[in-house]
């Protein structure tokens, strides 16, 4: 599995990074189960299904991550392992928003993430 992440800071150009085989066999496996054990939890959300985990944050048409879920422990090391990559003047990432896209239809649409909220890296 490659796990991206992007960000785009105020001043800077888009900046996108991927790394291959982040995570391993058993845990992309763990981590499908656990959001196929949620699918009836999405919420529709501008053109997609959208479901939050870990620290409540708000964005622009946002409905899922008024009330999040508690981050299960597959997610949380998730996060632990990405913190870990970054330095530590960086705020950790403490939240997963995870989006599912239902058909040809689904969409995700224009947008800019330059929330302060959202981790820079």
Same mark, same amino acid.
């Given at each position: 599995?490659?796990v991206?992440?992007?960000?785009?800071?105020?001043n800077?150009?888009?900046?996108s990074?991927?790394v291959?085989?982040?995570?391993d066999?058993?845990?992309?496996?763990?981590?499908?189960?656990?959001?196929? +054990?949620?699918?009836d939890?999405?919420r529709?959300?501008?053109?997609?299904?959208?479901?939050?985990f870990g620290?409540?944050?708000?964005?622009?048409?946002s409905?899922?991550s008024?009330?999040?879920?508690?981050?299960?422990?597959?997610?949380?090391?998730l996060?632990?392992?990405?913190?870990?990559?970054?330095?530590a003047?960086i705020?950790?990432i403490?939240?997963v928003?995870?989006?599912r896209?239902?058909?040809? +239809?689904a969409?995700?649409?224009?947008?800019?993430?330059?929330e302060?909220?959202?981790?820079?890296?």
């Open positions: 599995a490659v991206s992440t992007q960000s785009r800071s105020r800077e150009p888009f900046i990074k991927s291959t085989d982040f995570l066999e058993e845990t992309e496996k763990d981590l499908i189960e656990l959001l196929q +054990s949620k699918s939890q999405f529709q959300e501008n053109g997609r299904s959208v479901l939050a620290v409540k944050y708000n964005y622009p048409g409905k899922s008024h009330s999040p879920q508690t981050l299960p422990h597959k997610l949380y090391s996060c632990n392992r990405l913190n870990q990559q970054h330095s003047d705020p950790p403490n939240s928003l995870v989006n896209y239902d058909g040809s +239809s969409f995700l649409p224009q947008h800019s993430d330059n302060s909220v959202i981790h820079p890296d």
